[in-house]
């Protein structure tokens, strides 16, 4: 059981570039989304989805783009990265209810230069 | 998004201590979650609380939802060297989880 899968693990751009992280779960979650930490900051959210088809903005969206074609896949794409992205990148899925709260992937650790 | 204020910021703490945190937010909720953050991980759920003034425990971790519905504080007893990290707290509005900005825990054995 995998639970929820990000690739990749590290990852260093050049302001401008463009890239996808890549998130899966194999839980049949209804719910994901992806946040992003930074030092103080705690977790903010950027994305979410409450089902395939289905996303929406968090707290800090711009710069950043998702898709949900698939329940198991949410991807998150950055457009022109830039150095104010530079963060740890978690996904997270929740069957559904709001109850249960999350469940975390191991993360994406971005430096934008 | 919702204002919440996590305290303390860190604590340093010998092995055997207890140790206290807690939560408060600028509104009512219904549902407070407290997770842990290891070193280079994911956070992972540690208690879930759904009613104001209830109390839950979770080996030596207990937590408890605030009667006014506005906060929530997590107690760990007799801490080991595995229980430092970041803890957090989280609440749920809508569709969305807000966290906190973390207590990171260390001990000292």
């Known amino acids: 059981n995998a639970g929820v899968t990000q690739t990749p693990k590290f990852q260093v751009l050049k302001t401008g570039q463009s890239m996808t992280l890549q998130c899966a779960q194999d839980?049949?979650?209804?719910?994901m989304s992806w946040y992003r930490q930074d030092p103080g900051m705690g977790l903010r959210l950027i994305h979410y989805?409450?089902?395939?088809?289905?996303?929406d903005q968090g707290e800090v969206p711009n710069g950043y783009n998702v898709s949900r074609s698939t329940t198991e896949d949410f991807p998150l794409r950055l457009l022109s990265a830039a150095p104010s992205q530079t963060s740890v990148y978690f996904c997270?899925?929740?069957?559904?209810?709001?109850?249960?709260?999350?469940?975390f992937g191991s993360g994406t650790r971005l430096t934008v230069v | 998004g919702q204002q919440l204020n996590q305290s303390p910021q860190s604590m340093f703490i010998q092995e055997g201590e207890d140790v206290s945190m807690n939560c408060t937010s600028s509104?009512?909720?219904?549902?407070w979650l407290w997770y842990k953050q290891d070193p280079g991980e994911g956070p992972v759920l540690l208690i879930a609380?759904?009613?104001?003034?209830e109390l839950t425990s979770n080996g030596r971790l207990t937590a408890q939802f605030g009667i006014t519905r506005k906060d929530s504080f997590l107690n760990i007893s007799a801490s080991i060297p595995s229980d430092v990290g970041i803890y957090f707290c989280?609440?749920?509005?809508?569709?969305?989880?807000?966290f906190g900005t973390g207590t990171s825990l260390t001990v000292i054995p």
């Open positions: 989805s409450v089902g395939a088809g289905i996303t």
């Open positions: 509104s009512i909720f219904n549902t």
């Open positions: 997270a899925s929740s069957p559904g209810s709001t109850s249960y709260g999350y469940t």
């Open positions: 989280a609440l749920h509005l809508g569709n969305q989880f807000y």
């Open positions: 839980m049949n979650h209804e719910y």
């Open positions: 609380l759904y009613k104001a003034g």
